[in-house]
């Protein structure tokens, strides 16, 4: 069984005729609910996040910038990111989903669950919006997974821009992997190979720049590759996935040539390390994606992939293992 959160309110986060807008996630769920994949799973309610569950991010400052520039009608708080008067509930909601999903998850609740929210978080910085992000759902749900007991979480983002928020929140964080493969040079220009994590936590982040026109097979062994190699390291007893679609040959912001079977595959390989190293527990949060019908046959194949969640293979030693660097597991 699978956990599925989502709900009306997600659109009430208007952005007009930007690229991220209600209808890209509209598309998505009617779609599941065409196929019946909306019944095979559990609907959840998200609740709003709490300011405490923001504050594990984000700076008070910037949450109240964020509350009063939508309370006062919205705008373009950033180049790329428009905000509306219900946009900040909208984005306590999106976060809300995330915690949620994580703490039912560890409980025992289901073994996977999908976030399809809105606004997507992983450009979000502390005190910044950007990239259409307010705040960073997935660095919020991995802190709320440490807060709730976890010691090691990992963080797979493969949206077709580079999760720089997610990687500048867990620069120094030894307890927290994360793993992002993106097209570059692209939006919004981080992501080098050579940024693997500061001196408290080096080695916690692996990045795969690709280029535009790189072969699918290539992408495909690139994101096993390197992802299984970062794992063996983390050994997370948690999976979060930045799930961004915008890496489809149809996309008209991204784009690497993918097909919706990619991500069959992509989807694949983290069960797989969730089952060796998380006892399976893997939490999915919806990112870019921004031609509909795309976004809406990968979603359906990722989430028929999380469906098929098996049990844990037997726990081992790696469960216990200590995280990598010379820094304690303690926070």
Do not use: K
């Not at 373009?76 to 306590?92: K, L, P």
């Amino acid at each position: 069984m699978t956990l599925l959160y989502t709900d009306p309110r997600f659109l009430l986060h208007e952005t007009g005729r930007h690229p991220e807008n209600p209808r890209r996630l509209q598309a998505v769920v009617d779609h599941l609910d065409r196929i019946g994949l909306l019944q095979a799973c559990a609907a959840i309610e998200p609740p709003e996040a709490t300011v405490e569950q923001l504050l594990l991010v984000h700076h008070r400052e910037y949450i109240h910038r964020v509350e009063l520039f939508a309370r006062q009608g919205g705008g373009q708080i950033e180049a790329d990111t428009v905000v509306s008067s219900r946009s900040f509930d909208v984005a306590r909601l999106a976060v809300g989903a995330a915690c949620d999903a994580v703490e039912r998850v560890l409980a025992g609740q289901a073994p996977s669950a999908l976030c399809l929210v809105r606004p997507p978080g992983h450009h979000a910085l502390p005190a910044d919006a950007m990239g259409f992000c307010l705040f960073n759902n997935v660095a919020i749900a991995a802190r709320w997974a440490l807060r709730r007991g976890v010691e090691r979480v990992l963080i797979v983002d493969w949206d077709v821009h580079h999760g720089n928020g997610t990687q500048e929140v867990f620069w120094n964080d030894p307890q927290v992997g994360f793993f992002s493969i993106h097209r570059f040079p692209f939006y919004p220009g981080t992501g080098r190979a050579e940024e693997t994590g500061g001196p408290q936590a080096p080695g916690t982040i692996c990045n795969v720049p690709v280029a535009y026109g790189t072969p699918r097979t290539q992408y495909l062994e690139l994101f096993q590759t390197r992802l299984t190699e970062l794992a063996q390291r983390i050994r997370p007893q948690l999976i979060l996935i930045s799930a961004g679609f915008d890496a489809h040959r149809a996309d008209p912001i991204g784009s690497l040539d993918l097909e919706a079977e990619d991500f069959a595959r992509m989807t694949q390989v983290v069960l797989q390390l969730a089952r060796q190293f998380a006892q399976g527990r893997v939490v999915s949060l919806l990112e870019g994606g921004y031609h509909p019908q795309a976004l809406a046959q990968c979603v359906e194949v990722h989430l028929r992939e999380l469906l098929q969640v098996t049990a844990p293979a037997p726990q081992g030693e790696e469960n216990h293992a200590q995280p990598p660097g010379n820094a304690s597991p303690e926070r």
